[in-house]
């Protein structure tokens, strides 16, 4: 996980592809609502191991050509020496980059610090990990071996890269062809500095997040930033009029072209959104499932495989080697072998993140955002699975009602169920305690974490977030030990509870396991007005805007912690898994709350021995932790008066 941003002073940008042209003057360039140093302390907090900059400029000379032509040339320049070679004074500097990087490394035997340059002057900074599509050894940063694929692709777009340039480029691929092959979650800042152009954008789900700020009167500047400044004037009497600024990147690829124009005055930058050249991704991002409306004896077959799965899923029969198990694959051990890869490959323990946790397994580097609920059931008996037992697994619970809150009710009830199934792990039950009342300036800190989000429902899912992700809660005494038998049979609150703050980097989020499985109670009601083909045309909108609507929140609420959140449920193979199966499988809205939505979530927890689990309701963090509740009252008067106005969609009034 890192922080990244470019700051760009002196572009005139042409956007008409996207919108309507922008202009920036370096005239204007004064005019500043906050600084460098306030985008750098934000992303400080997302990236605590390091912190660097790489700026450069722009400037405009005359020179002859041997025709005698007038003409401009484009100097790159990131030295501060006023003399040109010739001698001359170095004219005014046009146009500057400033590219920042803060690093929080979890790959890779030596410590990195972005930005990283080459040999030829490429500048790159990358948020992200790469699971997949590029290879990374167990010793190596992927960051780096990003940065070396990059330096090795030609200056094509996707749409110019034909066989002529492969064959005059010696096979070389295009920068979108590179990061259209990686399997994991990315944001990225590439300056390619033979062709002059800009690179950036961010993975095809959106899973981490980039914003940008577009130049407008109130400040000319051109910024894309993990997350926006909590700035100066921000919360004062000018209200949040600054944050107002900010937009989540749409997710996607795209390039800016750096050149001198004829009038002199600026550097021009054409911006360019290009097609994802992968045709796998391609698939993935139209979301159309083959089977979607089934017919009376596919359904009745499909319930009658969910009563004898568990008993008949697999049988015994001989060959002459000898016994020989075979199974009967069902859609839901395809999904339980396909996520177990998927928290496989988010929870290995590498070469970095050993310096930062006890080897011998006292402290845990990998924890559960966990309610008890199915999802984090899930993903925490996966997480047993994929991790040797000397390291503990701390699961971070929030709550804003103590121990009445449903959450931490389940939670208590969900850690039980795990200690049943993994005895010999050390499981720690992370209470988190939050008041509303209490956490005023926490709030104001969080408003600018979720911006360019702005309403309450935002607010209050992104500071119970905030804070679960901060692992500074309570443990119950004891609680945490293998030897600890009498806190699994007796009520948790009878224990005495200890102080304790995770130092696990790594955080595994349910995120995505709604969207795909029919978990919102939106589905039902679209399945009851528009049967199998408009559940399916809903949960196709959710997946599609889950990066607007989720993801980039949610990414910085947690990194500000200088954690990584992890989504399972969004891994590349996971979604083809899911979209593989037909839609009946998946959900079966005609059953109640509890069996029928994310049906096939509720078998996969069956097959791990979570069986309370399986057939608990869907319920959403801010309810379920009861931060939606304080949000009412304070801010409506009571949850009727709320209600009334449907306070989850309202937004935060600006300050007058």
Not at 8 to 34: K, M, T, V, Y
Not at 276 to 305: F, G, H, M, T, Y
Not at 384 to 401: A, P, R
Not at 499 to 514: I, M
């Amino acid at each position: 996980m890192c922080g990244i941003a470019l700051i760009a002073s002196g572009i005139r940008l042409h956007c008409s592809s996207l919108f309507s042209d922008f202009i920036i003057s370096s005239d204007e360039a004064d005019q500043l609502l906050f600084t460098i140093d306030d985008i750098k302390t934000a992303l400080k907090r997302r990236g605590p191991d390091s912190l660097g900059s790489k700026e450069f400029s722009f400037h405009l000379k005359d020179f002859t050509s041997l025709e005698g032509e007038d003409r401009l040339a484009l100097v790159q320049s990131g030295e501060s020496d006023n003399k040109l070679d010739n001698g001359f004074d170095r004219p005014k500097a046009i146009a500057e980059f400033c590219f920042v990087g803060a690093t929080l490394q979890l790959r890779g035997v030596n410590p990195v610090t972005q930005p990283l340059t080459d040999a030829d002057e490429n500048i790159l900074v990358y948020n992200g990990e790469i699971f997949g599509g590029i290879y990374v050894g167990d010793a190596e940063n992927d960051t780096e071996i990003l940065m070396q694929s990059l330096a090795k692709c030609c200056s094509c777009t996707s749409e110019e890269h034909t066989k002529l340039c492969l064959d005059t480029k010696k096979g070389k691929c295009s920068v979108p062809e590179c990061l259209s092959t990686i399997k994991g979650p990315w944001a990225i800042i590439y300056w390619q500095a033979g062709s002059r152009i800009l690179w950036f954008g961010r993975d095809a789900f959106g899973r981490r997040s980039l914003l940008v700020k577009w130049p407008t009167s109130q400040d000319m500047r051109f910024i894309l930033s993990s997350v926006s400044p909590a700035s100066h004037n921000d919360f004062t009497e000018s209200g949040l009029g600054e944050l107002t600024l900010w937009e989540e990147l749409p997710c996607g690829i795209y390039s800016a072209h750096i050149s001198a124009p004829n009038d002199g005055e600026f550097v021009d930058g054409e911006v360019i959104k290009h097609e994802w050249p992968n045709p796998l991704l391609n698939d993935l991002l139209k979301w159309d499932r083959k089977c979607v409306q089934p017919s009376p004896d596919e359904l009745s077959a499909s319930r009658i495989r969910k009563q004898c799965m568990l008993s008949a899923h697999s049988t015994t029969i001989a060959s002459d080697e000898g016994c020989i198990q075979a199974s009967v694959v069902m859609p839901a051990e395809t999904v339980l072998l396909a996520l177990k890869a998927a928290v496989m490959r988010r929870s290995a323990i590498n070469v970095i993140s050993k310096g930062k946790c006890d080897i011998n397994g006292r402290n845990a580097p990998v924890a559960v955002l966990f309610s008890g609920g199915l999802d984090s059931m899930i993903l925490a008996a996966l997480l047993d699975q994929c991790i040797e037992k000397k390291y503990d697994i701390d699961l971070l619970n929030v709550s804003f009602d103590n121990e009445s809150a449903p959450d931490r009710i389940s939670a208590r009830a969900g850690l039980k169920e795990l200690r049943k199934i993994s005895p010999l792990r050390r499981w720690k039950l992370v209470e988190i305690d939050g008041k509303l009342s209490t956490l005023s300036l926490e709030s104001k800190h969080v408003m600018s974490l979720i911006n360019p989000s702005k309403t309450y429902m935002d607010l209050n899912i992104g500071l119970a977030l905030w804070l679960a992700a901060g692992g500074n809660g309570w443990l119950c005494e004891g609680g945490s030990s293998i030897d600890a038998a009498a806190c699994i049979d007796e009520d948790d609150r009878n224990c005495g509870r200890i102080s304790y703050k995770s130092q696990a980097r790594v955080l595994l989020v349910g995120a995505g396991a709604d969207e795909q499985c029919a978990g919102y109670g939106r589905h039902r009601t679209k399945y009851r007005t528009g049967s199998w083909v408009g559940l399916h045309e809903e949960m196709k909108l959710d997946v599609q805007r889950i990066w607007k609507r989720n993801l980039g929140r949610d990414d910085r609420c947690i990194a500000d912690n200088g954690k990584e959140a992890r989504f399972p449920f969004l891994d590349e193979e996971v979604i083809s898994t899911l979209l593989n199966i037909p839609l009946w499988e998946i959900a079966d809205l005609d059953l109640p709350s509890g069996r029928g939505d994310k049906k096939i979530l509720r078998h996969v927890a069956e097959l791990l021995g979570i069986h309370e689990a399986a057939v608990l309701p869907k319920r959403a963090i801010q309810f379920g932790s009861r931060i939606a509740r304080e949000s009412n009252v304070k801010n409506f008067g009571s949850n009727r008066a709320a209600n009334q106005a449907s306070a989850g969609s309202v937004e935060i009034p600006i300050p007058k």
